[in-house]
Structures are given as structure tokens and as C-alpha cells.
């Protein structure tokens, strides 16, 4: 977003319809320190040109995948591991490529197929399934966390998470966990086996309790205890039978 340098200065207002950012991000970003801008006498915010072109490089640079820690250490000049973030970024798109190559040629036999009048089978079908949801995983996601995540919360989470983490692999384990208690279900929450599930949970729940503050905790229990609401919008990892006995072993051990 390249801004002139003799842009009329602009009220919060005028930046929300001509951005699309949203005045709640402005004020965050401001609160953070990323922005300064101008106050009337009335305690109006305006935005001059130079604002504006920090607005630019936040956006881009959030966009690249930056933390808006490291977005602050960018725009103070200040001194950034900048080749492990780019190794991270680079790690992530390979894979982001790999899913969206493995889809295109999944797509493409399913296209002659049809082309050839022939129907699908129910082995292709579900590969159909399995690579749409992996390609649409980050958009779905992002789409059902800020129903349950404020963007100050999603910030403090994305500034505490160590740089490389890898979210698709931490997603898959997540999945393959929820598979494995599904398939020993029903069972009672006092049992050994629950126990041995519930202990397999929390050690795979260890990297987000590590970082996580209380809200943040709060935040995810929230989102859980609400999955029949957006159930349908985003396939989540585990089902609310799988959630509901995991909250029902905790109870049974105090």
C-alpha cells in the first residue's frame, strides 16, 4: 500500500473505509506502538501520510507472516533474526505448495474422469475431501478463531509461539489423538484407559500450556465448549463427544 506523500491527513473513519482495516485493529496497533497518529483538540485520531505508509508496511509485513513483535522490531530499526523467520516462512510455503500440488493432481484425475463420464469412486471422493480440508485449513481456522479470539489475544498468542513452530504438524497429531480416543469410546471417564487417553491429551496440549496465559486457556475451552456452532464451517480435530469426555476424566480426578 503505497501512500503519497501530500495525502490529505484522514480521520480513524475515513482510514476504515479507504483500508479495510478495522477501527479496532487501528486502535491495537496504536496501543502496541506500531502507529502514532496526530490527536485534534477534540482527541480525534488523524493519520498523515507517513502513518499511512506504516500502515502499509504492517499490513505487508503481517501478511509475509511476521508477529507484531517482530513487525515493531522492524519498524524501530531494531536488530531481527530475519534469516530463521525466513527459513520458517520458506518451510511453510514448501508445504503450503506440496498440498496445493498433491490437490491440483488429485483435482485432475478426478476432471477426466467426470470428462470421461465416468463417476467417482468412493475411495476418490474421500482424497477429494481429505486434500479440500487440508488446503482450506488456515482460511477456515482463522474465520472460527476470531468468532472466540479478540485480535489482542490472537497477537499475544501468534508473539509467544517460538519461531518454525510447525501448526500443521501440531494440527495432524491433534487429529490423530482425536481419532484414537473416538475409536476407544464409550468408556468410563475412572478407567485406566481414560486415564492413559487424558495423560496422552495433556502431554499433547503441553506446547500451548507452556505459553499460554489464563485467558488464553479460557479463550480455547470457550471455542471447544462451543463447537456445534461452527462445526459446520471448519472440520475441528477432534468431536465435541471426543471434548466432552475429556472434561468428564478431568472431573472424575478432581
Known amino acids: 500500500m503505497h501512500t503519497p506523500p501530500d495525502i490529505a491527513p ?6 476504515v473505509r479507504r483500508t479495510g482495516l478495522s477501527a479496532r485493529a487501528l486502535r491495537f496497533y496504536e496501543a502496541r506502538g ?20 506504516r500502515l502499509g508496511r504492517i499490513v505487508a509485513l503481517k501478511a509475509a507472516g511476521f508477529t507484531l513483535s517482530q513487525i515493531g522490531a522492524v519498524l524501530a530499526d531494531r536488530p531481527l533474526p530475519i534469516a530463521g523467520i ?12 506440496d498440498d496445493l500440488a498433491a490437490a491440483r493432481t488429485v483435482l485432475i484425475a478426478a476432471q477426466s474422469r467426470l470428462d470421461r463420464g465416468e463417476p467417482l469412486d468412493a475411495a476418490t471422493l474421500c ?8 488446503i482450506m485449513t488456515h482460511a477456515d481456522w482463522k474465520q472460527v478463531v476470531d468468532r472466540y479470539y479478540t485480535p489482542e489475544e490472537q497477537a499475544r498468542w501468534a508473539d509467544r509461539m517460538p519461531t518454525g513452530f ?4 501440531y494440527a495432524d497429531q491433534w487429529q490423530a489423538l482425536g481419532t484414537r480416543i473416538a ?17 496422552a491429551w495433556q502431554a499433547l496440549l503441553a506446547p500451548f500450556t507452556a505459553v499460554a496465559t ?14 456445534p456452532e461452527w462445526r459446520g464451517d471448519r472440520q475441528p ?13 478431568k472431573a472424575a480426578r478432581g
Not at 484522514?10 to 482510514?15: E, K, Q, S, T
Not at 525466513?86 to 505448495?97: G, M, S, Y
Not at 482424497?127 to 487440508?134: A, F, N, T, V
Not at 489464563?214 to 463447537?227: H, N, Q, R, V, W
Open 10 to 15: 484522514l480521520d480513524i473513519a475515513d482510514v
Open 34 to 53: 506500531l502507529v502514532r497518529p496526530l490527536r485534534t483538540a477534540a482527541g480525534r485520531r488523524i493519520f498523515g501520510a507517513a502513518e499511512l505508509e
Open 86 to 97: 525466513v527459513a520458517a516462512q520458506l518451510a511453510a510455503l514448501d508445504r503450503r505448495i
Open 127 to 134: 482424497l477429494l475431501i481429505s486434500q479440500g480440508d487440508r
Open 166 to 169: 510447525d501448526q500443521q504438524g
Open 183 to 199: 475409536a476407544a469410546l464409550p468408556l468410563d471417564p475412572a478407567s485406566p484407559q481414560a486415564g492413559e487417553l487424558y495423560d
Open 214 to 227: 489464563p485467558e488464553m486457556m479460557k479463550g480455547a475451552t470457550k471455542l471447544y465448549d462451543a463447537m
Open 237 to 249: 480435530p477432534f468431536s465435541p463427544e471426543v471434548w466432552s469426555f475429556i472434561k468428564a476424566v
